[in-house]
């Protein structure tokens, strides 16, 4: 039918192709299984953990650089939610101090954070508003935090510099032992919006979430390991046709389905929509046709075919997004700190 699909952008390696199918089709064998890629599942409270190491036959199998990629989910996470944020930012300081582990950071090292986006644009504002909140609890803290170095470049449409050069140049002055990039990402499923957070020592290109990537900032770039932390904020337009198309499929697949049961005639109240159960094809195929087969990636890559581009440009961000963007920017940095403060600078009187 299609030549070649086009998958939606996404940041998440939880959103790879390989992971997707890893957690979907049942009869495909296991990421586990896959060489070159070692994965992990974990749950602590509510949050969901996967952590997955990439060597270089897995990077070119996944399409994702070498490196450990630690994801945190809370699925039911709302911008109210204080115990979930709380349950999150202690799996953010457990993650920091996993993925950190090797480089054996002493009280005398440097880090050198950078929070990456364009703080007038409410869902690419994370990283600004998080280095805002360092200097806020630097300045209030007992602690000495001496050997932290804290900036926000701003995009290169404001300052006409590329952000990787501006790093670069930061990074060349203050010589740090490694550097933190805090950014928003972009997602291909709308229900991680807002409820993740993806660790990763791999670095990170600026922007390329949106597809405007700039220069890397990474190890292979600038000679000093680079962490990045992100938050994915905005969806592709085109995803949510996608997904509201499925939703009506398995609606009317599972409305079908359930007044063939003898015990419908028995129901006193509205039938209560399902959208849980799988698609039954050949009971809505007579509706809608051949299409009703089709996987998400057929659709996605139909939608590329037939959308105007202008369209297709279109991203979609929750409408709390300005609440979302404290919360997580307060999360990241609280969690940072709290890392440097118990595992690294911790030794070192006020």
Wanted: charged residues 25%.
């Amino acid at each position: 039918m299609m030549s070649k699909i086009k998958f939606m952008r996404s940041d998440l390696i939880d959103e790879a192709k390989e992971v997707v199918q890893h957690r979907t089709e049942k009869e495909k064998d296991t990421l586990h299984e896959t060489p070159g890629i070692k994965m992990k599942e974990d749950r602590n409270g509510r949050v969901h953990i996967t952590h997955i190491d990439v060597d270089e036959s897995g990077a070119e199998s996944i399409g994702k650089k070498k490196g450990t990629y630690i994801t945190l989910t809370v699925p039911t996470l709302t911008v109210e939610d204080a115990q979930g944020f709380q349950e999150l930012n202690q799996q953010l300081i457990s993650s920091l101090k996993d993925i950190h582990q090797a480089l054996m950071l002493t009280d005398q090292s440097k880090i050198l954070v950078i929070g990456l986006g364009n703080r007038t644009i409410t869902p690419d504002a994370i990283g600004p508003v998080a280095i805002d909140r360092f200097h806020e609890a630097i300045f209030s803290s007992p602690i000495e935090f001496g050997q932290v170095v804290y900036y926000a470049p701003g995009v290169t449409g404001q300052t006409g510099l590329e952000t990787g050069e501006f790093v670069r140049a930061i990074s060349e002055r203050v010589k740090p032992d490694l550097i933190i990039v805090i950014d928003a990402l972009a997602a291909r499923n709308q229900d991680r919006l807002c409820k993740s957070l993806q660790i990763t020592n791999t670095g990170i290109h600026p922007g390329s979430g949106v597809g405007n990537s700039r220069n890397e900032i990474s190890f292979e770039s600038l000679g000093v390991p680079v962490t990045a932390i992100g938050v994915p904020m905005v969806v592709d337009a085109p995803v949510l046709v996608v997904e509201a198309i499925e939703t009506v499929f398995k609606v009317i697949s599972s409305q079908i389905g359930e007044t063939t049961k003898p015990s419908s005639a028995l129901s006193v109240g509205p039938w209560l929509r399902s959208t849980d159960e799988p698609i039954n094809v050949d009971a809505i195929k007579p509706i809608f046709g051949e299409w009703t087969a089709w996987s998400s990636e057929e659709l996605h890559a139909l939608l590329d075919e037939v959308l105007p581009p202008r369209h297709q440009q279109l991203f979609v961000t929750p409408k709390e997004s300005d609440a979302w963007v404290i919360m997580h920017a307060d999360l990241i940095q609280t969690g940072i700190l709290n890392w440097l403060q118990d595992d690294v600078f911790g030794s070192i009187s006020p």
